[in-house]
């Protein structure tokens, strides 16, 4: 039997699911494994929050060179969240020598070239499966079943606080305001909603496995991001009469010469398998040129979950002679600011000759063509809703069409793209 | 650069996949993983039938010793399928200390413990991905990422051919015999399609899965068989009506102190995630301790998607030091022949009182409680159509009820199990 020692930075909801996982499972992991897990030290920011509890005192410490300088633990398990100390101590524990297991999207995104380069230097293991999609084997399953594939393109639903605000908007037709501060006080939602809402911990996570799936770096700021904030009900029913569910998508495809990787709400067609991905799900879509096209669903953050995806990096971390290491391009492919979707855009026009034919001109000047149209009634404000969703157009052609209308008389209410 | 020295048992399909996937991507993957693959022989029945194609004549041999006992070949690839002489040559192979890869359902699930234990013995990697699920990284995923689970269930479409036939019932409204020829045509299913649509390759698959999911051996005389070729479009419209799809699932359950195997058309409710799963489509759901609820999706068949997994496969054969290997209970749980789950139950009944009561009176002899019921109206023949959905009851009390109806006064025409 393998003894494996580990130090765990942090004790909160993923290190205590750890934790757990490990006091009532790690017997039959070991098992199966011939791994014997051993948590050696916790670092915590306060011993006397975890005294009494399951962990025992002499495990727990405050003093984090206990786990990162000593020799004696193989593995650190980094749980603190967040871009720094994280990501200056993993690196110091890859310096020496150990194998670093994290679910820190931030830290690995906006750090991944130093600490692979770090890992590599010293032949240490990095692992971070549960940094995208929490249970969901995906970075495991690009980098090692489907390693002999050229992805071409990866739609994922990985974010899960905003998934579930929009299957609630949907489902009630409530507006956003309303289901977010639901989910908050549910604990499904952060009391500041920003890095989930405005598409930030999809952009990390995008960086992440775009950068794993198309082997080339993809920069966290290079990621075309933008939320849900703007979404309403009102777009969600007309998007769902023409047939559309709405989703925040994370979008990564290889174009050959560029990439692109953008965030941002996209209707889906009804029967598309991310379409039915509701709640707090997430899933990854994949279309590789050898395995054609596969989704992964599950659960995607959760103590449990996580800590599943977790304990599975440490197990291959302590089995695998040689660590697995993702090889990029010297020479990155670009990023795109421009790319082909076809777009679903929703104005309120003024009920007067003419209005259409201003709209159909200024589609027709940027030879976009017209997919669907849909015009409502006007109200008693004596403006009627007209809804228009173009076949594959340019991003920045139709956001020249939107900036040439004239608001006074047709006003866009809303853009979303339509992908799938 | 590791150079890997390949030998191939066979060259159509599979292997021809496989063959065309390191010629056009095999610079690929060893840029990737540092690992050069060199086919230097594959087997064939007949040279001539390869002469001037694509793969040179000094690799194809009619000498399966060329392979089996060439110190230089590393990794033995079987494409033969069938269970002989497949299994004596992956031993063999095995016993020479060579890492086999295979995608043979058959021969693995009916050799298992001896392809294991020679595995074992001489160190050798046995990697079977391709043999469940073709591409989709199922067996990875259980014996890697998600080895910290107690895997409580599973429910799989893992026979193509099947669900490309209940698709296009339920699509077309047609009969299983009309959709089957033309499937045949298709190339789609076999000439002789007994082992498909009559679950007999879902129950190796499900053997196989099984087994690694319950670290228990699931032996595939044990796994209860029932094929698609009594469904009729009947069944799919009713079961329609009351919300279900039907689907050709495997499902293996952990009971604790026994195991439930069974492959057998199912209803399952519309937004089950396995029910949307159509054509040739395979997927997995998934439900772990840790975990929770996971799905996998993708293609499970298609001289592409095999190559995808089996190239997969053979990079982790090359590359890992220690083969993964599952450990398995010396005592095996039972494999239960009895088991719950709800039953749709459609019957033809004589247009008489009395009737409803006699049905009623023997369900509740055995305890069976109704969730569902609907009668349609007598046709020309006086016989009313009495469809019954029961709540969660035993297998066996289902059956004795079945067979105490007196099918003069009321009888059944089919019963389908009811999951999800």
């Known amino acids: 039997m393998k003894e494996v020692v580990l130090g765990l930075l942090g004790l909160g909801n993923i290190g205590g699911g750890v934790w757990d996982l490990i006091r009532e499972f790690g017997g039959e992991v070991s098992k199966r494994t011939g791994v014997k897990l051993v948590v050696k030290k916790a670092l915590v920011l306060d011993k006397k929050i975890h005294r009494g509890k399951e962990v025992p005192d002499e495990v727990l410490t405050t003093e984090k060179n206990d786990i990162l300088e000593d020799p004696e633990i193989d593995i650190v398990c980094e749980f603190l969240g967040g871009e720094q100390p994280a990501a200056s101590m993993m690196l ?10 994290t679910a820190n999207k931030m830290a690995l995104s906006l750090h991944f070239d130093e600490l692979r380069e770090m890992a590599k230097k010293t032949g240490a293991g990095l692992y971070y499966e549960a940094s995208v999609g929490g249970a969901i084997p995906i970075i495991n399953a690009i980098q090692t079943p489907l390693i002999a594939n050229h992805i071409e393109q990866m739609m994922g639903i990985v974010n899960g606080t905003t998934n579930y605000i929009l299957t609630r908007m949907a489902a009630e037709g409530a507006e956003y305001e309303i289901v977010l501060k639901d989910a908050q006080r549910l604990g499904l939602a952060e009391p500041n909603p920003t890095a989930d809402v405005e598409g930030y911990d999809a952009a990390y996570k995008l960086s992440i496995l775009g950068s794993l799936a198309f082997h080339s770096r993809v920069l966290v700021e290079n990621v075309y991001r933008e939320g849900i904030t703007k979404v309403n009900s009102e777009d969600i029913a007309f998007g769902r009469e023409m047939g559309y ?18 965030v941002h709400p996209a209707f889906l067609p ?19 040129h050898s395995f054609k096209d596969m989704m992964l669903e599950g659960r995607g953050a959760g103590d449990a979950p996580t800590a599943s995806a977790i304990v599975g990096d440490i197990v291959q971390a302590a089995q695998n002679a040689v660590h697995p290491m993702p090889v990029m391009r010297k020479d990155p492919l670009p990023v795109a600011d421009d790319w082909y979707s076809k777009y679903f855009i929703r104005m309120k026009a003024k009920d007067a000759p003419g209005v ?24 008693p404000d004596g403006k009627a809703t007209l809804i228009i969703i173009t076949h594959m157009a340019p991003e920045k052609a139709v956001q020249r069409v939107v900036k040439a209308l004239n608001p006074e008389i047709c006003k866009v209410e809303n853009v979303i793209r339509v992908e799938g």
């Open 92 to 101: 110091r524990a890859l310096e020496n020598g150990k194998s670093v297991v």
């Open 245 to 262: 569910v709405l989703k925040l998508l994370a979008i990564g495809k290889d174009n050959g010469d560029s990439i692109e990787a953008r």
């Open 270 to 288: 009804a029967d598309h398998p991310l379409a039915r991905v509701d709640g707090s799900l997430n899933a990854v879509y994949l279309y590789g």
């Open 356 to 379: 259409l034919a201003e709209v159909a001109g200024l589609l027709a000047k940027e030879e976009i063509s017209v997919s669907a149209m849909t015009q409502k009634d006007a109200g």
